[in-house]
């Protein structure tokens, strides 16, 4: 089935800088999700981003499908930022399942 | 307009009962996908049901899991049995006929066998 891999593991910010959190994929999908799960457990749908461009205030997402991969941005980071994020896809053809990444465990200090 | 309803959202069980988790999906969703978390682990696929239907339940453990997506009412994850190894969080996640926005996901039911 298709990989997912997402990187750094783990990632640890001074409150008000930036980061990017990467997932490469390896093949082709016709849905990719990024998600935050935070430390209550939550599973918040941040973007669905299977190609191209997308912000939604602090956030932003960019997919590049033909060289699978997907990256998020989090910028002026806030310390409710905090937890796990993860990218989910869904493999062309694959039936409508979501594979998701190990995801990326985020710590912002205040 | 009420998101995805799991519930309980804890549920302790002993060795050897039952367990029955419940999802409403979001209204006008009529698929339902089912997802198990273990600890420090990322969210695996165990099963996908529309109205009436099974459509893949790869993901299921062979025995003691079942799954239903009744007419009426929500579906039902049902562990028989349960044992310390089905302590998890399990989420389900809701789509309309066309996954064009993507899914969305309940809170999930933390489950801890003891």
């Known amino acids: 089935g298709i990989q997912v891999e997402q990187s750094p593991p783990d990632l640890i910010l001074q409150e008000g800088a930036n980061s990017t959190l990467r997932c490469n994929f390896s093949d082709s999908v016709n849905n990719l999700q990024w998600f935050h799960q935070n430390p209550w457990g939550q599973l918040i749908n941040l973007f669905y981003i299977p190609s191209g461009t997308k912000q939604n205030g602090r956030l932003s997402a960019t997919t590049v499908a033909t060289e699978r991969y997907s990256l998020l941005y989090i910028s002026s980071s806030q310390t409710t930022d905090s937890g796990v994020y993860f990218c989910a896809v869904i493999n062309t053809g694959a039936n409508s399942k979501l594979t998701f990444g190990k995801g990326i465990t985020l710590s912002v200090r205040p | 307009n009420a998101g995805v309803m799991q519930n309980p959202r804890h549920l302790v069980r002993r060795r050897g009962q039952e367990a029955r988790l419940r999802c409403s999906p979001m209204?006008?969703?009529?698929?339902v996908y089912w997802y198990r978390q273990l600890p420090e682990e990322g969210l695996k696929f165990m099963v996908y049901l529309q109205k009436e239907n099974i459509i893949d339940e790869s993901g299921m453990p062979k025995e003691r899991f079942s799954a239903e997506f009744p007419k009426e009412g929500p579906s039902i994850l049902r562990i028989q049995q349960v044992v310390r190894g089905d302590s998890a969080a399990y989420f389900c996640?809701?789509?309309?006929?066309?996954?064009?926005?993507?899914?969305?996901f309940g809170s999930g039911t933390r489950l801890t066998v003891v």
């Open positions: 996640a809701s789509s309309a006929a066309s996954t064009n926005y993507g899914y969305t």
């Open positions: 209204k006008g969703h009529s698929h």
